[in-house]
């Protein structure tokens, strides 16, 4: 899977340490993968994708998760939410969460550190080749599946049986890593 764009410091970690994690929802979904999940959508994008197929953001499916407001939740209250909730997964998705990538890898870390068993699935519009090396080798130590790739409208969607959905276009993929 080749990208159209070549960043390979996508989701790049830095030395701040967080104990929250901005949010612009945190709720349960049945549709976004194979088991019930918990969906934490974070909070930027960078609209690369409605960028390189030369459409409007406003088409883009997230459009009304970046109109919400942003809160901010303690790791701790993520762990209750996880611990409390009926699902089988946490997806880390709704933007770009590479974009937030020290907050969300530590707060899976955080997760994993305290028992958190879950499926753990981040919804990205990058490729694995886009993504910083450091920060795969944390999402690999850490459990983590990946739903790669840009949306690309007009495309045929299709299957994918790692995430166990249909994915809005054919050149995107989910990857256990």
Not at 62 to 90: C, G, Y
Not at 98 to 120: N, S, T
């Amino acid at each position: 899977m080749t990208s159209m764009m070549t960043c390979s410091n996508a989701g790049k970690l830095s030395d701040k340490k967080y104990t929250s994690i901005r949010l612009k929802d945190a709720v349960e979904v049945f549709q976004d993968y194979k088991k019930s999940a918990l969906l934490l959508s974070t909070c930027y994008c960078d609209w690369k994708c409605c960028i390189e197929a030369g459409v409007d953001k406003s088409v883009c499916q997230n459009q009304k998760i970046a109109q919400q407001r942003e809160v901010t939740l303690p790791f701790e209250s993520v762990l209750k939410k996880v611990n409390q909730s009926f699902t089988d997964a946490v997806i880390f998705g709704g933007l770009e969460p590479f974009m937030q990538a020290d907050e969300v890898i530590q707060c899976i870390e955080y997760l994993r550190q305290h028992g958190v068993k879950k499926d753990i699935v981040i919804y990205t519009g990058y490729y694995v080749e886009e993504i910083d090396a450091e920060t795969l080798a944390y999402l690999v130590k850490n459990d983590v599946i990946l739903k790669c790739g840009r949306f690309i409208p007009n495309r045929k969607s299709k299957f994918d049986a790692v995430l166990g959905i249909t994915l809005a276009s054919d050149n995107q993929y989910g990857v256990y890593l």
